[in-house]
C-alpha cells in the first residue's frame, strides 16, 4: 500500500537553527516523487521543494533541502538557519499513479514551531 | 507558479443550504483537483479534473458534485450542507512539464467552511 508517515506531530527549534522534519513513505512503484509543502495558520498550501525517485542529488531550494534515503525510504526535510516564519504545520506528499496522470497522498503533517 | 483564487475564505451557514465554493486559476492549467482537510489533519482527494468536461470523483467519499465548463474554472457545490461538511476545502491545479519532470500541484488559499 502507499503511505507516508509523519512521525513528529510536533517540533521546536530555535531561530537560526536548523530542523529536519521527518517522512517515511511506501510504494512498491519504481517511479514516484516526493513533495513538501507549508501550511500557515492561514490555511494556504505553500509547495517547498520536490525529489522524483531517479534523481541522483538531493533537492535544495534555497533554505530547504531533501535528505533523500531511497534505500530508508525517507525523504526528510531540513530547514537551515530557521526564522519566526517558518511556524506552521508541514506535509510531506507523494506522488502516486492515477488514471493516466497522478495524484498526491499526504502525511498527517508536522507542526514546527520556531522560538525567539 | 500558479495563481489561483478560492472564494469565499470563510463560510458560515445553516444546515440544508445549498452552497458553491468557486476556485479559479489564471495559468491555463488543465488538472485541477479540490481536496478536504479536516484542522490539523491530512489532505484527502474528494474530486478531480482533467480539463472541459472531465470530473471525477477522489479517495474520499463526498456529497459534493463539481463542474468543469471552462478550463479556469472548477466549482464544487453542496446541494444540502451539512454539519458533517465542516471542513477546510482546498483546490489546486496543476500541468504536465515534458522532459520527465512531474507536474507540482499548486494550491489556492482555501475555503473554511462551517455548518451549522
Known amino acids: 500500500a502507499q503511505k507516508i508517515t509523519q512521525t513528529q506531530p510536533g517540533m521546536f527549534v530555535q531561530e537560526k537553527e536548523a530542523v529536519t522534519l521527518d517522512c517515511t513513505y511506501d510504494t512498491s512503484d519504481q517511479s514516484y516523487g516526493l513533495f513538501w509543502y507549508k501550511q500557515p495558520s492561514s490555511g494556504e498550501m505553500i509547495f517547498l521543494i520536490y525529489q522524483g525517485s531517479y534523481d541522483e542529488q538531493n533537492a535544495t531550494e534555497g533554505r530547504y533541502s531533501l535528505n533523500f534515503q531511497k534505500a530508508r525510504k525517507s525523504a526528510n526535510l531540513v530547514i537551515s538557519a530557521s526564522q519566526l516564519g517558518d511556524s506552521a504545520m508541514y506535509f510531506c506528499?507523494?506522488?502516486?499513479?492515477?488514471?493516466?496522470?497522478?495524484?498526491?497522498?499526504f502525511g498527517s503533517g508536522t507542526r514546527l514551531l520556531v522560538r525567539p | 507558479e500558479a495563481d489561483i483564487y478560492q472564494t469565499p475564505r470563510y463560510l458560515v451557514i445553516g444546515t440544508g443550504k445549498k452552497i458553491t465554493l468557486e476556485c479559479s486559476q489564471t495559468?491555463?492549467?488543465?488538472?485541477m483537483y479540490w481536496y478536504q482537510q479536516d484542522p490539523g489533519m491530512e489532505l484527502h482527494l474528494i474530486h478531480y479534473s482533467y480539463g472541459v468536461n472531465s470530473t471525477e470523483k477522489g479517495d474520499l467519499s463526498s456529497e459534493s458534485t463539481v463542474s468543469r465548463i471552462r478550463t479556469e474554472h472548477f466549482p464544487l457545490t453542496l446541494e444540502s450542507a451539512r454539519p458533517s461538511h465542516t471542513s477546510q476545502y482546498l483546490c489546486?491545479?496543476?500541468?504536465?512539464?515534458?522532459?520527465?519532470?512531474?507536474?507540482?500541484?499548486?494550491f489556492g488559499p482555501g475555503t473554511r467552511l462551517t455548518v451549522l
Open positions: 506528499a507523494m506522488r502516486v499513479p492515477m488514471d493516466s496522470s497522478y495524484k498526491l497522498i
Open positions: 495559468m491555463g492549467h488543465d488538472k
Open positions: 489546486a491545479s496543476s500541468e504536465f512539464l515534458a522532459g520527465g519532470q512531474t507536474d507540482t500541484q499548486y
